[in-house]
């Protein structure tokens, strides 16, 4: 069966971002790559060059994956807020650690709760302005 991995792209701070998530999720970064270390940056300037070509870090099945957006290369971000990226739980206490640490900084859209549809459930914003939702499904009965 397939998986979806989610990119992102930032604006020249995907490292901080990256490192943020690891502090929260654990796990070592599959990949991570400068531009510098890539072959493509020559042309690039020494700023540009630090920046992220491409970062992977595993998160239990799935895998989030980012880079910088160079402007000299014709590439930009902007901030949008068209996409949340969604996180399954195993249990309300790891939904919990995982809504505290991904919330820390950022803004509480809903907060953690029992809802309606049979679920644990919160929403936020994080300090970087990536949106997230935090499920944990109760076994059926």
Not at 17 to 34: D, I, L
């Amino acid at each position: 069966m397939a998986t979806i991995g989610t990119y992102l792209t930032f604006n020249g701070n995907a490292e901080d971002v990256f490192n943020f998530y690891k502090s929260v999720f654990g796990g070592e970064f599959a990949t991570f790559q400068r531009f510098k270390d890539t072959g493509h940056g020559d042309n690039l300037s020494d700023q540009d060059k630090e920046k992220i070509m491409h970062v992977a870090l595993p998160v239990g099945n799935s895998i989030l994956m980012a880079s910088d957006a160079v402007e000299s290369m014709g590439n930009k971000v902007i901030e949008g807020t068209n996409f949340s990226l969604s996180v399954d739980a195993k249990s309300e206490d790891e939904a919990n650690a995982i809504f505290s640490g991904i919330s820390a900084g950022g803004k509480v859209t809903m907060a953690m709760e029992k809802t309606f549809w049979g679920a644990y459930f919160g929403m936020c914003t994080d300090k970087f302005g990536i949106q997230w939702m935090v499920n944990y499904d109760y076994p059926k009965q």
